[in-house]
């Protein structure tokens, strides 16, 4: 079992930062990869990055401005978030995978373990 909590979400002004954190316990030597989500008010969850065993991905709409890493130290991985947008309004997710998939990066039903989320809030 993986237990991942979420947390650092908050209300924000467009152009602000915040950092999210994702604290993973339990059978964390069986985490191949911890990717990040969202899903905004109505919408389907969607892809934001990845942190995988040799490297980071990000979605188009976050790339350049979002940074993936990790804490070996904590068993934590952060999602630094800047120049943030009011599309970026959301509940954010992380989710673990514990072995290599064909499947997608983005593919939701590829991970094992989800966190409960955290809000965050982009005012204009």
């Known amino acids: 079992q993986v237990q991942l909590v979420e947390s650092g979400g908050g209300l924000v002004q467009a152009g602000g930062s915040l950092r999210l954190s994702c604290a993973a316990s339990g059978r964390t030597f069986s985490i191949y990869a911890v990717g990040w989500f969202r899903q905004g008010p109505g919408k389907e969850r969607e892809f934001v990055g ?5 490297n980071t991905y990000y979605a188009d709409s976050v790339k350049g401005r979002f940074t993936i890493y990790k804490d070996n130290s904590k ?10 947008k009011p599309e970026d309004t959301a509940v954010y997710y992380c989710a673990a995978r514990l072995e290599f998939r064909a499947s ?7 991970y094992d373990y989800w ?10």
Do not use: A, E, H
């Open 115 to 124: 966190g409960q989320g955290t809000q965050v809030t982009v005012s204009s």
């Open 104 to 110: 997608s990066w983005s593919d939701v039903s590829s």
């Open 75 to 84: 068993n934590t991985l952060y999602l630094q978030m800047n120049s943030l």
């Open 50 to 54: 990845i942190w995988g065993s040799t």
